[in-house]
């Protein structure tokens, strides 16, 4: 059985990540077996010296980029190292007490953050962030310091944030969840939002002069940027309006799951989880957006309710079995 092909870069991202979720620091074993990158190859048959040797270049690699990796020896005799745990202090990326930032120079750097990874990284990384494993640490505490949450590899991004500094309508294609062909949309755009990891644009609905949302995703083609200009004014708390109205609709839906404890589900899920009785309730604004997720997580997560959400998830599921009996045909 060949070794999963994980990208190098993606390796050292769920690696990085993984040492700053750890307070006491996770031994080589530990790290061969649950961190993505190193488990599939160790699945695959890959002797275990060959992965310890793999960790020891990683590990240098890190340091020579700035990442501090600390070695944790034997309390009773620290030059002992065979059971030596690893570790990415927090507090070697915490700023100093005495800086301070307004909250515009905040959210340009929350913007910032988030979209360096498009420009700076391959999308192989990037794909990396969005499914690092936790090891069954607890996942209460937030991973502070290396973890941009979104990309903006969505085409419509650029064109509909120039429109947007312009004050231009913007038309452009939406195919809605359940629709056979695309619709037309001509909007005023206001401002471009991240809520759940995706990208949604706000604005006015020319044909209805009402407020409405746009899951860049769902874009089809080109967005077309037009020569009529709207007032900038318009601009001002959009994308304050844009987010409250995300959060009433997500407190308005729920979904009840029972997850497996210490898996990537567990981890992703219960960061924005309450628990429940019978699991735990993830609140949502879109049932297929989160039926997508749910089905990649496989055999770790069941959903109880609503039986829509259930549907779609098994529906997706059913689709790769009928996509893979077709491929070994």
């Known amino acids: 059985m060949a070794a999963a092909r994980i990208p190098a870069e993606e390796r050292l991202t769920n690696l990085v990540v993984a040492l700053m979720a750890t307070e006491i620091g996770l031994t080589k074993q530990q790290i061969l077996d649950n961190v993505s990158g190193y488990r599939q190859r160790a699945d695959a048959g890959v002797r275990t010296d060959a992965l310890e040797k793999m960790f020891e270049r990683d590990k240098e690699e890190l340091r020579s980029l700035g990442v501090p990796v600390e070695t944790i020896g034997d309390p009773a005799d620290p030059n002992d190292l065979r059971e030596a745990r690893y570790r990415i202090p927090q507090a070697e990326y915490d700023l100093p007490a005495d800086i301070a930032f307004s909250p515009a120079e905040l959210a340009v750097l929350q913007l910032a953050g988030s979209v360096w990874s498009a420009e700076s990284a391959s999308r192989d990384a990037q794909a990396g962030v969005r499914k690092i494993r936790a090891l069954g640490i607890d996942g209460d ?16 991004f650029s064109p509909l944030q120039d429109a947007i500094e312009k004050s231009r309508v913007v038309v452009f294609d939406y195919l809605k969840p359940g629709e056979d062909a695309p619709r037309r949309r001509t909007i005023r755009p206001l401002a471009l939002v991240d809520y759940e990891a995706r990208w949604h644009v706000f604005g006015i609905d020319v044909d209805v002069e009402e407020d409405r949302m746009f899951l860049l995703s769902r874009i089809v083609g080109d967005v077309r940027v037009t020569a009529t200009a709207f007032d900038p004014e318009l601009r001002e708390g959009a994308g304050e309006r844009a987010l409250a109205g995300l959060d009433r609709v997500a407190a308005a839906n729920s979904a009840l799951l029972e997850v497996t404890p210490g898996t990537e589900a567990a ?49 997706r599921l059913r689709a790769v079995v009928d996509a893979n009996g077709e491929e070994q045909r």
């Open 141 to 156: 505490e937030p991973i502070i310091g290396f973890a941009p949450r979104i990309t903006a590899q969505d085409a419509a």
């Open 267 to 315: 981890l992703r899920l219960g960061r924005r989880a309450t628990p429940a009785t019978q699991g735990i309730r993830v609140p949502f604004v879109d049932l297929h957006i989160l039926a997508d997720e749910l089905a990649s997580y496989g055999p770790e997560v069941r959903v109880v309710e609503p039986e829509p959400l259930r549907e779609a998830v098994i529906a």
